[in-house]
Structure formats: structure tokens, C-alpha cells
């Protein structure tokens, strides 16, 4: 019998989408209207305990919009990683603004540290703002990714945003569910501690819309702004009147009610990652020259992504093990190239990026769906126990 196919991440859809997508389609409401949307606007915000939330058609228009209601314009920089998917960075320069890249750490988020220093010994703050001395721009916002499921620092980078006037939004497209256990923000949801924070549902992502995305804040003045926005920036419905640019950004009712199934489940999809997670952790980390990167331990992370270091002293790098899993069944991928060197933005200012280039040679993503039985796990385990080129 031939081993089946292991896919990288897929949805789980087992709970009651079908229920409520079909109740959406029988009652007409499929489109930017109806109740399941402001209901599963409501329920994410209630989960992750914000004042509110606005849906949006993915993750990317919820960052787009979120540089605006934070006020970044086309005469702005924004500080973004080096390490993460584009998506989170090609919305700064949707508004004609410029992206400065900084460093990951070890959990390969921000590096908080290295973002201080840049700020400290960099720029100049002067009248409120913080000054970039090699461009004279005014570095307005950070866009903090947080990584497969992990949180960045961010008592340091709030503590450095909250000294420089720069606006933070939390790029949480990959970390809903995922909080702090411990410090300062013990029990505050990763995306509801910088200004305006944005989630995925994304067809990979822990939890699922098909597309759609969401965005929270605890500022109702701003999410106000920003459902003004992504529907088309309507100052009168009945006659359509508009008063500034807007976009058709909202996410549909077929969407949202898949959504609210999803939510439903999502803390069993987090246990089991988590359990899965931790079978593959306690039999890679005995296989010489093999790791599974930890998440940090003041968090109860969502566990969306696992990321598998491969050293030196494995048998394969980095591309062969993609090539060997490959012909094993078992669908795999690199980390993400690094964005400052993808040809868009190979111009643009980088400080100190030197862990992302390390992670980019040696992490693998493996399988990590909910949906991933044991059974499955042991299996790309003893793959990985007898590795050989192929």
C-alpha cells in the first residue's frame, strides 16, 4: 500500500461550516451584507478582548488600511522585517511610503533590541518626530510580524514606539489565539497591543474564512475610520455620497459564516497543534543535527507553524531534505526569502540583518495541519531518522 500524501497545512472543516454557509446561501445574504458578518466581527473581537473589529477581505488590505488610520503617507518610512511573508510589507509601499528592514531574533520575530538601537543611534527625534539621519524621513509606524504563532517582544518595542511617537501595528495574521502567559502584558492576545492589530483566515491559517482577514483595535475612533474605508468610504449609503477614497475591502457573509464555525473550534485546533508539536519536538531534538524551533515561554502560542533547523552535521541541507520529504509524500517548505532582497525593494535601507539570513538557509516548515493524526507525525519522523539524497 503506497504511503498517501502529507500536505504542509490545510483547513479543517469539520465542525459547523457547511451548517452556516448553507443557511447564508438559502437566505440570500452571500454577499458584503448580512448578520453573520457583523457577528463574526463581534466574536473575534470578543475572543481576543478588543473594543471591536472590522473584517476584510485577507490580511494584506487589513495591513493597507492600517498604515492609513495610523496616518503613514507617501513622505514616511515604516520599520518591517526582513523575515516574513512580503505580504506584510508591500501595503507600506501601496501608500508610496518606504520600508526600513531590521533583523529577526531567535524566535524569529522583530528583534526588539536591534529596532532600539536603530532608533536610538540612527535617527534624531525632533518636535515629536522620529528622523531618519541618513534619509531626513520621518519614520512614522512599525509593522510587527508575529511568526508562525510566536509574539515578539513587545514591552520593548512598545516601550521604544511609545518613546518615539511611532504607531505599531501588529501584523497577527499568522498568531490568533496566541497571548501572553507572563510579564507586563500577561493575558493581551497577540494583535490587540500596538495600535491596530490585523489576522488572517487565509486558506492555511489555523482557522479559516477561504480569503478574509480581520482588524482589531482598542481604539473605536479608528476602527470606525477604518469600516469607513473598506466600504468605499460612503458619508451617505441612501445617495451615494463619498468623501474620500475608499475600497471594497469588506469581507462577504459566506465568508464570515464560515468563519464563525471555525472560531467555534479554534482552541481545539490550538490543543492539537500544541500536541503534535510536542510529538514531533521530543523525538527531532534526539536526531543529531536536527532541531524544532521553540515558541517563547512567556506565551501560550497557537502553534500555527513549526519550524525545523537543519544544522551543519545533518546528513542534508536545507534543499535536499525539501527533496527527499518531497519523495516520501511529505510536502514541505523553506522559510520565506528574505524581502530586502527581492527585487522590489533591494534599494531600500536594511540595519543589521544577520539571524534572518541564517534562518533562511537552514529552516524547514513541515507538516503542521489540525487535522494531522499521530500516526502522520511518526511518520515524517522516522523520515527523518533515515534521511538519503535523492
Not at 525632533?126 to 504563532?149: D, M, P, W, Y
Not at 537552514?362 to 511518526?378: A, F, M, Q, T, Y
Request: neutral net charge; contains cysteine; aromatic residues 10%.
Amino acid at each position: 500500500m503506497s504511503q498517501k500524501f502529507i500536505p504542509l497545512s490545510v483547513p479543517n472543516l469539520k465542525g459547523r461550516e457547511l451548517e452556516y454557509v448553507t443557511h447564508a446561501v438559502e437566505t440570500e445574504w452571500v454577499s458584503t451584507g448580512g448578520s453573520y458578518i457583523n457577528e463574526f466581527e463581534g466574536k473575534i473581537a470578543t475572543y481576543v478582548k478588543a473594543k471591536g473589529a472590522v473584517s476584510v477581505q485577507n490580511g494584506t488590505s487589513g495591513l493597507h488600511i492600517s498604515l492609513q488610520v495610523c496616518g503613514v503617507s507617501k513622505e514616511d518610512e515604516v520599520i518591517v522585517p526582513a523575515l516574513t511573508f512580503i505580504a506584510a510589507v508591500n501595503p507600506v509601499k501601496y501608500i508610496g511610503a518606504e520600508p526600513i528592514f531590521m533583523d529577526c531574533d531567535d524566535s524569529l520575530c522583530m528583534d526588539a533590541d536591534k529596532l532600539i538601537q536603530f532608533c536610538q543611534e540612527e535617527c534624531s527625534f525632533v518636535n515629536g518626530k522620529l528622523i531618519n539621519n541618513k534619509t531626513k524621513k520621518h519614520v512614522k509606524a512599525v509593522i510587527v510580524v508575529h511568526v508562525f504563532g510566536n509574539v515578539a517582544n513587545m514591552e520593548k518595542i512598545m516601550d521604544i514606539a511609545n518613546a518615539f511617537n511611532l504607531k505599531v501595528i501588529e501584523d497577527a495574521t499568522e498568531a490568533i489565539g496566541s497571548y501572553y502567559t507572563k510579564g507586563f502584558y500577561k493575558g493581551k492576545y497577540a494583535g490587540t497591543i500596538g495600535t491596530v492589530g490585523v489576522y488572517s483566515f487565509n486558506g492555511n491559517k489555523i482557522m479559516t474564512t477561504g480569503g478574509g482577514g480581520m482588524m482589531v483595535s482598542n481604539n473605536e475612533e479608528l476602527l470606525k475610520r477604518a469600516k469607513h474605508l473598506t466600504t468605499q468610504a460612503k458619508s451617505d449609503e441612501l445617495y451615494y455620497t463619498h468623501d474620500e477614497i475608499g475600497y471594497n475591502y469588506r469581507m462577504t457573509n459566506l465568508q464570515a459564516a464560515l468563519g464563525l464555525a471555525q472560531l467555534e473550534q479554534l482552541e481545539n485546533f490550538i490543543k492539537t497543534k500544541e500536541e503534535n508539536y510536542n510529538l514531533y519536538k521530543e523525538q527531532v531534538n534526539d536526531i543529531k543535527g536536527l532541531s524544532l524551533l521553540s515558541f517563547n515561554d512567556n506565551i501560550r502560542s497557537n502553534y500555527w507553524f513549526y519550524a525545523l533547523y537543519v544544522g551543519e552535521d545533518y546528513l542534508l541541507n536545507r534543499d535536499e531534505i525539501i527533496k527527499y520529504l518531497a519523495s516520501k509524500k511529505v510536502q514541505v517548505r523553506p522559510v520565506w526569502g528574505l524581502i530586502n532582497e527581492q527585487k522590489p525593494y533591494l534599494n531600500n535601507q536594511t540595519y543589521k540583518i544577520e539571524k534572518a539570513q541564517n534562518y533562511l538557509n537552514h529552516i524547514v516548515n513541515i507538516p503542521c495541519s489540525s487535522n494531522l493524526s499521530k500516526e502522520d507525525v511518526r511518520y515524517i519522523i522516522d523520515c527523518l531518522k533515515n534521511p538519503k539524497r535523492v
